[in-house]
């Protein structure tokens, strides 16, 4: 639960949002409506002269590449189509260019399925600012260039016109994007003033240019003069946007790949979400996102980008989500029915696009991004979201086998301190209770007894205090990844000297030929049955002397642990490993099994025991 001050600022925040949201979204139905009312009162003056069609539908046709093919330009596109804008308005006039411009930015908006605002707002505001443009120009500067040479006074009319526009059209854009909740912050400002700045200097090269040549006597103006003339621009347009829109993809692919591959390098790390999502903005941009894994029929939030989490998505639930085998895309929250997904984010949240993670049919988790703008996710995002979403699958299905392979080894190592204490610490604790019970009832009558039973209670306890040792270290062993096999081994060996119990055993450790690099299972194998062969000798086989070689060879690795104990029978240690399992021989012979060694027992009653593991060299390196 939240604390009652971060409630007051999440009811503030939210309300000021939403604030802004109606004050931006009336300033977008004024402009809208203002513009359409002054294209309509153009359109109703329109003269019916179609003497020249062709080039009206030819300047339609260029008005609508451009507009549809827009120009890279530095950090950003621009549309440049004032040229065709300023000569269509010197042939036909105002009413059919405003017309003209509106149908088709009209027509190309329905194209690329904007939103219904976008569709409404685009034209009127692109309106009223060459309506206005031109108003200002015939009013007050062209009276006072009449004079000029004919090729100064155009081009200054054409450049003033084309000021005017340009500032009318983005003092207009500037009032949306600073109304909105969004923060307009001034690099972004920056960025579009450039842009913008780029256009305005290919448009007043071309202005330039127009006057130049049509000042030359060249004959009679047709379609083709203006297909021509025009073509280099319209050129532009196709080349440069097929060009971005190649190096777009190119750029958003290799940032997936990138992005990707520090995910794998670190997905076994805590929290590897963190920075990928950090850096997985720059190849799709999103305001909020949600990570959430499925595991036993139970939904978990991986990591949670939401930019606010106020009282209201706390409520949210995973009951009802969406579609989960395909991808679910709402263009427009305000448009779907609310489920326990949608709930989950801020209200200024308008499109969402929820993708399933998927390994083999089997549902993982769900990606779900979140955009303040409807139907703002093109389809080349959706689809990187897609390939995303593989990705994650194959991270988190890693990552759950790893934890169940974690859980598992975990519960053997119980199961086996388990087994170990109730085989050795209860039993010899039992015995021991009996004893000295025993013990106490002899200890009026029978002496001598008690103290033979208090003898054997000892040497019981003794061995005892040993197995808890043991299991105490079995818990905590040294790490053999940092510190190494031979250095773990010789720890190993301090750890059995200190138990005052076998202090009369003489341990030696040796080594043979020059040690190489081993894998880390390997030498976990090495350790382990080292371990347990030293243990088993101090503990069952009365040994005073225990030799442990470990020797490198070229081709193999060999441990020997050897003593001079009394020796077992390896039948009937075999039949008792079966009816009562621990980790003695048959364990030691499967670990052995994995790294494909050999084990070898020689042992008999009165003669000692020798344990040898021989592993190959060759392919146990590659194992971590």
Request: hydrophobic share 45%; aromatic share 12%; net charge neutral.
């Amino acid at each position: 639960m939240l604390p009652y001050h971060l409630f007051i600022k999440g009811g503030i925040f939210i309300a000021h949002s939403i604030s802004r949201e109606r004050y931006s979204y009336l300033y977008l139905m004024t402009i809208s409506v203002i513009g359409w009312c002054a294209i309509l009162y153009h359109s109703i003056n329109l003269s019916a002269d179609t003497s020249s069609l062709l080039v009206l539908l030819l300047f339609a046709l260029f008005l609508g590449i451009t507009e549809y093919y827009p120009i890279p330009v530095w950090k950003g596109f621009t549309t440049i189509n004032f040229p065709l804008l300023y000569t269509l308005y010197l042939i036909y006039g105002l009413s059919m260019t405003v017309t003209i411009f509106a149908l088709v930015l009209l027509v190309t908006g329905l194209w690329q399925k904007r939103p219904l605002r976008i569709l409404l707002f685009n034209p009127a505001q692109l309106g009223i600012s060459f309506i206005l443009a031109v108003a200002a120009v015939e009013t007050y500067m062209n009276p006072a260039i009449q004079g000029e040479n004919l090729i100064i006074a155009g081009t200054l009319s054409y450049c003033l016109l084309l000021l005017f526009y340009y500032v009318i059209n983005n003092v207009i854009v500037d009032m949306v994007l600073l109304l909105r909740p969004q923060p307009y912050k001034f690099d972004a400002w920056k960025n579009k003033l450039i842009s913008e700045a780029n256009s305005a200097l290919i448009s007043i090269m071309y202005g330039v240019l127009f006057y130049i040549l049509g000042s030359q006597n060249r004959g009679e103006i047709d379609v083709f003069s203006y297909f021509f003339f025009f073509s280099p621009l319209i050129a532009i347009s196709l080349i440069g946007a097929g060009y971005m829109r190649i190096k777009t993809e190119k750029n958003r692919l290799k940032s997936l790949f990138i992005v990707t591959k520090e995910l794998n390098k670190h997905m076994l790390q805590q929290n590897p979400f963190q920075s990928f999502f950090k850096e997985f903005k720059h190849v799709v941009f999103y305001d909020e996102l949600l990570l959430l894994s499925l595991r036993h029929s139970e939904w978990n939030v991986k990591y949670d980008g939401r930019s606010s989490k106020d009282p209201i998505m706390e409520d949210c639930s995973f009951e009802d989500l969406p579609g989960t085998q395909t991808i679910h895309y709402i263009k427009n929250r305000k448009y779907e029915e609310e489920n326990g997904l949608t709930r989950c984010f801020s209200k200024e949240m308008k499109a969402f696009v929820c993708v399933p993670l998927l390994l083999e049919k089997e549902l993982l988790g769900l990606l779900v991004v979140a955009r303040s703008r409807s139907n703002s996710f093109l389809e080349e995002e959706r689809n990187a979201l897609a390939t995303t979403a593989n990705q994650l699958a194959a991270v988190l299905k890693t990552r759950t086998l790893v934890k169940e392979e974690e859980e598992k080894n975990i519960l053997e190592e119980r199961n086996r301190i388990a087994r170990n204490i109730h085989d050795g610490i209860a039993q010899n604790l039992a015995g021991a209770v009996l004893n000295l019970e025993t013990a106490q009832r002899k200890w009026a009558k029978h002496p001598d007894d008690s103290y033979a039973l208090v003898d054997a209670c000892t040497q019981k306890l003794r061995e005892s205090l040993l197995e808890v040792r043991n299991s105490i270290y079995a818990l905590k062993p040294p790490s053999r990844k940092n510190v190494g096999l031979i250095p773990a081994i010789n720890k190993r060996i301090e750890e059995f000297y200190k138990d005052d119990t076998y202090k009369d055993t003489n341990l030696t450790f040796s080594i043979r030929g020059k040690p190489y690099t081993l894998s880390s299972m390997v030498e976990g194998i090495l350790f382990d049955t080292f371990q347990e062969s030293v243990q088993n000798s101090l503990k069952h086989s009365e040994a005073r002397n225990i030799n442990v070689l470990l020797h490198y060879q070229k081709e193999n690795i060999m441990l020997k642990i050897k003593d001079d104990g009394k020796g077992f029978s390896l039948f009937h240690a075999m039949i008792k490993a079966q009816k009562h399992p621990h980790f003695g021989i048959m364990q030691m012979n499967e670990a052995a099994d994995k790294i494909n060694a050999t084990l070898h027992f020689e042992s008999k009653e009165g003669s000692g025991t020798e344990v040898i593991l021989g592993v190959p060299r060759l392919g146990m390196e590659g194992e971590r």
